[in-house]
Protein backbone atom coordinates (compact mmCIF):
# COMPACT_ATOMS: atom_id res chain seq x y z
CA UNK A 1 0.00 0.00 0.00
CA UNK A 2 3.29 2.23 -0.33
CA UNK A 3 2.97 3.14 -3.53
CA UNK A 4 -0.72 4.43 -3.65
CA UNK A 5 -1.12 6.18 -0.60
CA UNK A 6 2.30 7.92 -0.66
CA UNK A 7 1.63 10.53 1.38
CA UNK A 8 5.00 12.51 0.34
CA UNK A 9 4.24 11.99 -3.78
CA UNK A 10 0.89 12.68 -5.00
CA UNK A 11 2.33 12.06 -8.56
CA UNK A 12 3.29 8.03 -7.30
CA UNK A 13 -0.38 7.68 -6.28
CA UNK A 14 -1.74 9.18 -9.66
CA UNK A 15 1.09 6.89 -11.51
CA UNK A 16 0.22 3.75 -9.40
CA UNK A 17 -3.70 3.90 -9.17
CA UNK A 18 -3.33 4.70 -13.57
CA UNK A 19 -0.69 1.56 -13.81
CA UNK A 20 -2.47 -0.99 -11.91
CA UNK A 21 -6.01 0.01 -13.86
CA UNK A 22 -4.41 -0.38 -17.42
CA UNK A 23 -3.58 -3.75 -15.73
CA UNK A 24 -7.28 -4.36 -15.02
CA UNK A 25 -6.97 -7.39 -13.46
CA UNK A 26 -9.17 -8.21 -10.30
CA UNK A 27 -5.80 -8.37 -8.55
CA UNK A 28 -4.82 -4.52 -9.67
CA UNK A 29 -8.09 -3.39 -9.44
CA UNK A 30 -8.32 -4.97 -5.63
CA UNK A 31 -5.51 -3.20 -4.61
CA UNK A 32 -6.99 0.14 -5.96
CA UNK A 33 -9.93 -0.68 -3.78
CA UNK A 34 -8.02 -1.35 -0.59
CA UNK A 35 -6.22 1.74 -0.83
CA UNK A 36 -9.15 4.07 -1.87
CA UNK A 37 -10.63 2.71 1.32
CA UNK A 38 -7.70 3.55 3.43
CA UNK A 39 -7.18 6.90 1.44
CA UNK A 40 -7.84 10.49 2.93
CA UNK A 41 -9.06 12.96 0.37
CA UNK A 42 -6.82 13.73 -1.21
CA UNK A 43 -5.16 10.54 -2.04
CA UNK A 44 -8.45 9.17 -2.72
CA UNK A 45 -8.51 12.46 -5.92
CA UNK A 46 -5.41 11.47 -6.93
CA UNK A 47 -6.19 7.58 -7.11
CA UNK A 48 -9.72 8.93 -8.67
CA UNK A 49 -7.67 10.90 -11.46
CA UNK A 50 -5.10 8.08 -12.57
CA UNK A 51 -8.16 5.16 -12.85
CA UNK A 52 -9.75 8.10 -15.03
CA UNK A 53 -6.43 8.24 -16.77
CA UNK A 54 -6.61 4.92 -17.80
CA UNK A 55 -10.17 4.79 -18.25
CA UNK A 56 -9.84 7.65 -20.96
CA UNK A 57 -6.53 6.53 -22.28
CA UNK A 58 -5.70 5.34 -25.82
CA UNK A 59 -5.75 1.43 -24.23
CA UNK A 60 -9.01 -0.74 -23.65
CA UNK A 61 -9.75 -1.00 -19.65
CA UNK A 62 -12.72 -2.33 -19.72
CA UNK A 63 -12.08 -5.01 -17.43
CA UNK A 64 -12.02 -2.19 -14.74
CA UNK A 65 -15.70 -2.10 -14.60
CA UNK A 66 -15.71 -6.13 -14.28
CA UNK A 67 -13.07 -6.70 -11.77
CA UNK A 68 -14.98 -4.09 -9.60
CA UNK A 69 -18.58 -6.38 -10.02
CA UNK A 70 -16.30 -9.13 -8.60
CA UNK A 71 -15.13 -7.33 -5.65
CA UNK A 72 -18.33 -6.41 -4.91
CA UNK A 73 -18.35 -10.02 -3.62
CA UNK A 74 -14.92 -10.18 -1.90
CA UNK A 75 -14.87 -10.87 1.72
CA UNK A 76 -13.34 -8.03 2.82
CA UNK A 77 -15.59 -4.58 3.60
CA UNK A 78 -12.73 -2.84 2.91
CA UNK A 79 -12.57 -4.26 -0.52
CA UNK A 80 -15.88 -3.61 -1.47
CA UNK A 81 -16.17 -0.07 -0.48
CA UNK A 82 -13.41 0.30 -2.18
CA UNK A 83 -14.61 -1.01 -5.26
CA UNK A 84 -18.42 0.83 -5.29
CA UNK A 85 -16.13 4.18 -5.40
CA UNK A 86 -14.29 2.68 -8.34
CA UNK A 87 -16.88 1.63 -9.63
CA UNK A 88 -18.51 4.99 -9.43
CA UNK A 89 -15.59 6.35 -11.38
CA UNK A 90 -15.95 3.93 -14.26
CA UNK A 91 -19.85 5.26 -14.80
CA UNK A 92 -18.68 8.49 -14.16
CA UNK A 93 -16.03 8.25 -17.35
CA UNK A 94 -18.64 7.04 -19.76
CA UNK A 95 -21.03 10.35 -19.32
Do not use: F, Y
Not at 42 to 70: F, I, M, Y
Amino acid sequence: MGLPLDVEDTAVTRQTAEALARIGTVAAVRLIALAVAEADGNQAEWLQTGVHDALVGPDDVSDVAAACRKLAQDQEEAVRRGAAEISAWTDDTRC
